[in-house]
């Protein structure tokens, strides 16, 4: 008798489980592929009924957010809406900001064990003149997911050299990285060398121990290089006749602040002394790593100078170092008052975990506001993008997450996103996959059952 029932419950399982698998199956039509580029806005669209995260101006509880063009025309609990508004209700969801991730690859980073499809790094140590945007492609499978994942901005960021070139700011929506690009010279990036010498093999692989520069002489080819790229800017100010060159005209929005250089570096000796730098030259500065920040947290604080930190998750550098000192990191420099921003941790396989990243940090201490603050907002202020992202504001454009709950929780879903106003087709690799295979599960159930 026991065994009958133990049949009998067995089969009831199996029956639901099929059910279960042939409706994941059918929710969204294989011939979907993997995502679909969508038109650009073209009717005033209103948000309403949900909890609205504006980041800037507080939670609006019952709200609703009207968009047209691309541009959100107001947020508000008691809106006025214009003839023709499609109105799509979200009763019960949460409407937050699009994530941005201050430090990626997605575009021109795909199979890391596929050398032809990653163009990260460029030959030669100074490369102010390389933009991201221009190598982004936009077909990335990366794209997907990390949407699936609320990030909806990202930097996507060139390496390689001590001036790796140009971090360019891309909407994760478009034909091509022309549509794509929001500022295709959004900051320039330096690579402050490494007083380590067992790290200095990565600048000149295969030279003589004694052919090797030191710390000081890579510091030095910095600074001389700034130094011309300052004097060809002042010559063709002064309209001097020079020879043209993109390396050092690519330099001259940096140098006059109206970007900034991101600096990467982690050690509290390479924040110091990169930032003593960047202040004799006059340059708007942000530290990107900052594994070593809340040692140097006073002079960042009594200098204005963000951070952007690339991971959270991350083990401890030094053995005496506490299993938690990554995931605390954020904690501690908000209560130094450091500002910051959190990245997903540069690669485009990594920028899918960026809320997670800002999650743990909200698991460890940190403010969950402030969290939110750390992959919106922070980032594009960093950047000079927080006139068009990062918050859900009149006259900023339509980027954004209808959820479930916090982004920052992996248990919250992202249903539904728009970028500039397009609603986008939410299908990606992953999703695609598991449809895949759940079908050759639902041909074994049938099989067996």
């Known amino acids: 008798?026991?065994?009958?029932?133990?049949?009998?419950?067995?089969?009831?399982?199996?029956?639901?489980?099929?059910?279960?698998?042939?409706?994941a199956v059918s929710a969204a039509p294989l011939a979907a592929q993997v995502r679909m580029t969508v038109p650009a806005q073209s009717e005033p669209i209103a948000l309403r009924g949900a909890t609205i995260h504006t980041v800037t101006n507080g939670v609006i509880e019952n709200g609703t957010i009207l968009f047209n063009a691309g541009v959100i025309v107001a947020v508000g609990a008691d809106l006025d809406l214009p003839d023709g508004t499609r109105v799509v209700d979200v009763s019960g969801k949460h409407i937050y900001p699009g994530l941005i991730d201050a430090y990626s690859t997605v575009g021109i980073s795909e199979i890391g064990a596929v050398g032809v499809s990653n163009d990260v790094n460029e030959l030669g140590d100074f490369n102010p003149n390389v933009k991201a945007a221009v190598a982004v492609n936009a077909e990335s499978r990366h794209i997907g997911t990390s949407r699936s994942a609320g990030v909806l901005t990202t930097l996507t960021t060139p390496g390689g050299g001590l001036i790796s070139g140009m971090s360019s700011a891309m909407s994760l929506e478009g034909w091509s990285w022309e549509e794509m690009s929001l500022e295709a010279a959004a900051a320039l990036n330096v690579n402050w060398p490494n007083p380590n010498?067992?790290?200095f093999r990565r600048f000149n692989f295969g030279q003589p121990e004694g052919e090797r520069p030191t710390y000081e002489g890579q510091v030095q080819q910095i600074k001389n290089f700034f130094g011309e790229a300052r004097a060809y800017r002042d010559a063709v100010e002064a309209g001097e006749e020079v020879r043209t060159d993109s390396r050092y005209a690519a330099?001259?929005?940096?140098l006059n602040g109206d970007i900034p250089v991101v600096v990467a570096a982690d050690g509290a000796g390479q924040i110091n002394d990169a930032i003593t730098w960047a202040q004799e030259e006059g340059l708007r500065v942000v530290i990107r790593g900052g594994a070593d920040a809340i040692h140097v947290a006073d002079r960042l604080v009594a200098n204005d100078?963000?951070?952007?930190?690339?991971?959270?998750?991350a083990a401890p550098g030094r053995d005496y170092e506490g299993y938690d000192g990554a995931y605390t990191m954020p904690a501690r420099l908000h209560e130094a008052g450091v500002r910051f921003a959190i990245s997903g941790g540069s690669g485009s396989l990594y920028t899918n975990r960026l809320p997670w990243e800002a999650g743990v940090a909200v698991a460890f201490g940190l403010p969950e506001e402030e969290a939110l603050k750390a992959v919106t907002i922070n980032a594009a202020e960093f950047m000079g993008l927080d006139d068009r992202v990062g918050s859900l504001e009149p006259g900023k454009q339509a980027t954004l997450l209808i959820t479930t709950g916090t982004p920052l929780d992996m248990t919250s879903d992202i249903e539904q996103a728009y970028i500039q106003g397009r609603e986008l087709d939410m299908m990606d690799i992953?999703?695609?996959?598991?449809?895949?295979?759940?079908i050759k599960v639902a041909q074994y159930l049938r099989i067996v059952s």
């Open 1 to 23: 008798m026991a065994s009958n029932r133990t049949g009998t419950t067995r089969s009831f399982a199996r029956h639901v489980l099929t059910a279960l698998v042939v409706a």
């Open 305 to 313: 100078i963000p951070v952007i930190l690339t991971s959270t998750m």
């Open 251 to 254: 330099m001259i929005p940096a």
């Open 197 to 199: 010498p067992r790290r």
């Open 430 to 438: 992953q999703k695609w996959f598991f449809q895949k295979y759940m």
